[in-house]
């Protein structure tokens, strides 16, 4: 089992910045890849970007260049700093877990899931 909690969420203009930390606990940090999604009302959860057990990343088209994702595995911690941020930014971000490897893009390719942290963007 692996239990996720997300934090950092908030309001933030357009063109601002935030950062979002995820705190994984349960199974051994270093044996899970980590992805980040996110969910805007009225529309189905979405891909944002994944960290693999090695470091490799990778990221929706919509956000790539504006965000990164980055692991800690000292704090069992992962990242997901947004930059430039849009009105279309607006979601609840979740951090999920997968005990799979290669590249994971798809939410049924993840284990365990945190609970959300609102994101508003405001114009």
């Known amino acids: 089992q692996v239990q996720l909690v997300e934090s950092g969420g908030g309001l933030v203009q357009a063109g601002g910045s935030l950062r979002l930390s995820c705190v994984a606990s349960g199974r051994t940090f270093t044996r899970v890849a980590m992805g980040w999604f996110r969910q805007a009302p009225g529309k189905e959860r979405e891909f944002v970007g994944f960290v693999s057990r090695g470091g490799t990343t990778n990221y929706a088209n919509s956000v790539k260049g504006r965000f990164s994702i980055s692991r800690e595995d000292a704090k069992n911690t992962v990242y997901l700093q947004m930059n430039s941020l849009k009105p279309e930014d607006t979601a609840v971000y979740y951090c999920?877990?997968?005990?799979?490897?290669?590249?994971?893009?798809?939410?049924?390719?993840?284990?365990?899931w945190g609970q959300g942290t609102q994101v508003t963007v405001s114009s």
């Open positions: 999920a877990a997968s005990l799979r490897i290669g590249v994971l893009i798809r939410d049924y390719e993840f284990d365990y």
